[in-house]
């Protein structure tokens, strides 16, 4: 099962949008809506952000929305502050009923 | 409020097995599926496999299987991972995350153990 692909980086000044990609094959991320999105600060473990697509746990910034079309899931920070400067990560369950990771990606506040 | 606590460093010699810990606390561990990730130094995580507690069924990542095994004690409400044949590639910090009830994200992580693989 290879990895998710995501961008390696992603910039954005503060109170900006960006959006993170994800991409899969039919055998996840498009097969089924249970993609999530996690974030990582440094020496930290990582933070659940999406579920299941586009559903926000308790807690987490309305800030943080998710979306997914085909193969193609997607986070999007909508007015990026600095302390959303960290790794995300999406993952999806598989055909094979088991998880894949996305490669990782590092959101840097300009 | 749950809470996953892991054992401590460990550094092995390559060709040996380690085993780690997840304690869990609050909630009902038998109704938990735990998963095991890693995460080596610079790089991204990786799913290992993951334990239904009260089934005491246990699937892996292909990339281990035949290398891992997940187990737990419903008495102490831990799960273990162990991993053999150790390798430098292997160096990681590994975590045990739960998942919210069946479903495929995991809502608690532990702190995290530093596995080192050195001779």
């Known amino acids: 099962q290879s990895a998710l692909t995501q961008p390696a980086s992603v910039s954005g000044s503060p109170g900006q949008s960006i959006t993170i990609s994800c991409t899969g094959t039919?055998?996840?991320?498009?097969?089924?809506?249970?993609v999530s999105w996690y974030q990582q600060h440094p020496g930290k473990a990582p933070k659940l952000m999406i579920y299941?697509?586009?559903n926000r746990p308790s807690g987490v910034s309305n800030r943080f929305s998710g979306s997914k079309s085909g193969n193609t899931a997607s986070l999007t920070i909508s007015g990026l502050q600095a302390e959303d400067e960290a790794d995300y990560y999406c993952?999806?369950?598989?055909?094979?009923?088991?998880?894949?990771f996305g490669t990782g990606t590092k959101v840097t506040v300009l | 409020q749950v809470q996953l606590v892991q054992s401590g460093a460990e550094v092995k010699k390559p060709g040996s097995s380690v085993k780690v810990s997840c304690k869990a606390s609050?909630?009902?561990?038998?109704?938990?599926?735990i998963s095991w990730v890693r995460q080596a130094p610079g790089q991204g995580l990786e799913w290992m496999g993951r334990?239904?507690?009260?089934?005491?069924?246990?699937n892996y990542a292909q990339k281990f299987q035949g290398r891992v095994t997940i187990t737990a004690d419903k008495s102490t409400s831990t799960a273990y991972m162990e991993l053999s044949s150790l390798r430098s590639e292997d160096t990681a910090v590994y975590y045990c995350?739960?998942?919210?009830?069946?479903?495929?994200?995991?809502?608690?992580w532990g702190q995290g153990t530093l596995v080192t693989v050195s001779s």
């Open positions: 995350a739960r998942h919210s009830g069946v479903l495929w994200y995991f809502d608690y």
């Open positions: 609050g909630g009902t561990f038998s109704s938990y599926t």
């Open positions: 334990i239904i507690p009260i089934l005491g069924i246990a």
């Open positions: 039919s055998s996840d991320v498009g097969g089924y809506n249970y």
């Open positions: 299941d697509v586009s």
């Open positions: 993952s999806s369950y598989t055909s094979s009923s088991t998880l894949v």
